[in-house]
T-cell receptor
Framework: SAVISQKPSRDICQRGTSLTIQCQVD?????MFWYRQQPGQSLTLIAT?????????ESGFVIDKFPISRPNLTFSTLTVSNMSPEDSSIYLC??????????FGPGTRLLVL | QKEVEQNSGPLSVPEGAIASLNCTYS??????FFWYRQYSGKSPELIMF????GDKEDGRFTAQLNKASQYVSLLIRDSQPSDSATYLC???????????FGAGTRLAVHP
C-alpha cells in the first residue's frame, strides 16, 4: 500500500481562522478523498479530490467552507475555513489502492477554541 | 434507516476466545465490503476486504459475507489484548469508491 503523510498532525486554532491540511502520497494515485471524524463518531466523506478539476463534495459540505486543491497525483490540500468549535475533528485523507481498497493517512487532529 | 448498522459495544471477550463482530448494510447493490481497525488516537487500518459470499480467512481473521441477508461479519480467533480497538465496517456505495462507514464496534479483550 502507498505511504501517506499529513501535515500538520495536530493543531489548536482560534475560531474564525482557517487551517490548510496537506496530504502527500509516495506514489501516484488516481483517487484521493478527504474524510472527517468527529469526536466519538465514525468517518464521513467530505469530498473526492480530483486532479486537474474541482473537487466533488458530498451532501452537507461546500467548497466555500472546505476548499480542496489537487495539483498532481501525489498531493492534495484541504482547507477548513472560518472555523468554529463544531469543526473540531480528525481530518483524514485516503487513497485507493488495488482491489478498490482505501488506505488512510495518519490524520490531522484539529481543536477549535 | 442507517446505511450501515453495527453494535457499538463494548464487546468484551477473554484472551484466547473468539470475538464476533457483526454488521448489516442497506445497499443491496454493494459488492465490496471492508473491515477497518482503529486504535484510540490513530487512523483506521484496513484488515480485511471481501467481495464474494462465504468466508475469507487471513491469519486469525475471518470475514463472512451473506449478500442475501445483507450481513457481513468479522471473526477474530485467539483474541489478544492488542486486538482491543474499534472495528469499523464499510462498504462501497454506487461504484464510485465512496466508502460508507458504520459507527464501529468497540472490542475489549481482557487477560
Amino acid at each position: 500500500s502507498a505511504v501517506i503523510s499529513q501535515k500538520p498532525s495536530r493543531d489548536i486554532c482560534q475560531r474564525g481562522t482557517s487551517l490548510t491540511i496537506q496530504c502527500q502520497v509516495d506514489s501516484q494515485v488516481t483517487m484521493m478523498f478527504w474524510y472527517r471524524q468527529q469526536p466519538g463518531q465514525s468517518l464521513t466523506l467530505i469530498a473526492t479530490a480530483n486532479q486537474g478539476s474541482e473537487a466533488t463534495y458530498e451532501s452537507g459540505f461546500v467548497i466555500d467552507k472546505f476548499p480542496i486543491s489537487r495539483p498532481n497525483l501525489t498531493f492534495s490540500t484541504l482547507t477548513v475555513s472560518n472555523m468554529s468549535p463544531e469543526d473540531s475533528s480528525i481530518y483524514l485523507c485516503s487513497v485507493v489502492g488495488s482491489s478498490e481498497t482505501q488506505y488512510f493517512g495518519p490524520g490531522t487532529r484539529l481543536l477549535v477554541l | 434507516q442507517k446505511e450501515v448498522e453495527q453494535n457499538s459495544g463494548p464487546l468484551s471477550v477473554p484472551e484466547g476466545a473468539i470475538a464476533s463482530l457483526n454488521c448489516t448494510y442497506s445497499d443491496r447493490g454493494s459488492q465490496s465490503f471492508f473491515w477497518y481497525r482503529q486504535y484510540s488516537g490513530k487512523s483506521p487500518e484496513l484488515i480485511m476486504f471481501i467481495y464474494s459470499n462465504g468466508d475469507k480467512e487471513d491469519g486469525r481473521f475471518t470475514a463472512q459475507l451473506n449478500k442475501a441477508s445483507q450481513y457481513v461479519s468479522l471473526l477474530i480467533r485467539d483474541s489478544q489484548p492488542s486486538d482491543s480497538a474499534t472495528y469499523l465496517c464499510a462498504f462501497l456505495s454506487g461504484g464510485y469508491n465512496k466508502l460508507i462507514f458504520g459507527a464501529g464496534t468497540r472490542l475489549a479483550v481482557h487477560p
